[in-house]
């Protein structure tokens, strides 16, 4: 949050918000990537100014973090606070950091993706099944996967793999609806399998 002025009148009265958020969303990545795994950041959205001779006064990002485990998703969170309040401070503005969301890093247990890959190549009849898959950072479903495993049980994230119009995040994007009912029938396989162990 800065201060408005006319752009050509006092543009000195004025504090730019917009080339603060501008200068945030450049520098956040310059954040240098750990050594222990991988780190992703990216600003998705940047709104500010109400006029091209108006000195905006409101900027909004949206951005996001991730890293291959929480501990590195948490270097890049504190990393990209000090980023946005230093920007602040060099355009002398003000900022409010709300965290909308986060997850931890899902970690699936690979003995039991072994046995779940053995399970739906003899029953189920795929092409090719992936044992294991670096997801590059973290999902909702991590919440769900770490309580299980914190009580002492196993936990995997399946992805079903298809061939798909486009990528994720794409207004193109659209899965292949022929694949539902084959997919329908492993989750039974594999509920099967383990409600009578």
């Known amino acids: 949050t800065g201060v408005s002025a006319h752009a050509g009148a006092a543009p000195e009265q004025g504090k730019n918000a917009l080339l603060a958020a501008a200068q945030a969303a450049i520098s956040l990545n310059t954040i240098p ?13 940047l709104n500010a100014g109400t006029g091209r001779n108006v000195v905006p006064d409101i900027a909004a990002i949206k951005l996001e973090t991730r890293g291959a485990t929480t501990e590195i998703d948490e270097y890049m969170v504190t990393e990209a606070k000090r980023i946005l309040n230093a920007c602040a401070a060099m355009y002398d503005v003000k900022v409010k950091i709300t965290m909308a969301g986060a997850a931890p890093a899902c970690f699936a247990d690979k003995e039991l993706g072994h046995e779940v890959a053995e399970l739906i190549e003899e029953k189920c009849h795929y092409d090719e099944v992936v044992e294991y898959v670096d ?9 769900f996967m770490e309580r299980v495993q914190q ?15 486009a990528g994720h995040h ?11 009912w084959k997919a329908a029938a492993t989750v039974t396989e594999i509920a099967v399998h383990f409600s009578n162990k």
């Open 33 to 45: 990537r750990h050594s222990k795994g991988s780190s992703r950041i990216n600003v998705g959205v």
């Open 135 to 143: 997801m590059g950072g973290s999902e909702d479903c991590g919440y």
């Open 151 to 165: 009580h002492g049980g196993r936990a995997l994230y399946m992805m079903y793999g298809t061939k798909i119009a």
């Open 170 to 180: 794409n207004n193109h994007f659209d899965f292949n609806e022929d694949c539902l």
